[in-house]
Nanobody, 118 residues
Framework: QVQLVESGGGLAQAGGSLRLSCAASGRTLSIYIVGWFRQAPGKEREFVARISSSGVSTSYADSVKGRFTISRNNARNAVYLQMNSLNPEDTAVYYC???????????WGQGTQVTVSS
């Protein structure tokens, strides 16, 4: 089993940037496909981005394409989400999730709050 912990959330102004980290323990993260998801108040959790175990393949939600970048450092057992050009609609709790198949999310972190002020 793998345990995931997100960090890097906080308060940002519109147009600003934040970098989220997803750190793994208990098992190497390198064998997992990892995704970022977010949930805004009163809304369902939604997909943000996903990266293959090797880091070669990525996928993004249309709402963040061109602004967010997912990456990973398997030597550090971590996955990152660089968020640029933030807007208030990006305000949400952000979660990372790991799975062994594209689209499966077997393990979840506890989430980190991102708040973007206008």
């Amino acid at each position: 089993q793998v345990q995931l912990v997100e960090s890097g959330g906080g308060l940002a102004q519109a147009g600003g940037s934040l970098r989220l980290s997803c750190a793994a323990s208990g098992r190497t993260l390198s064998i997992y496909i990892v995704g970022w998801f977010r949930q805004a108040p009163g809304k369902e959790r939604e997909f943000v981005a996903r990266i293959s175990s090797s880091g070669v393949s990525t996928s993004y939600a249309d709402s963040v394409k061109g602004r967010f970048t997912i990456s990973r450092n398997n030597a550090r057992n971590a996955v990152y989400l660089q968020m640029n050009s933030l807007n208030p609609e990006d305000t949400a709790v952000y979660y990372c999730a790991a799975g062994q198949n594209w689209g499966s999310n077997d393990y979840w972190g506890q989430g980190t709050q991102v708040t973007v002020s206008s």
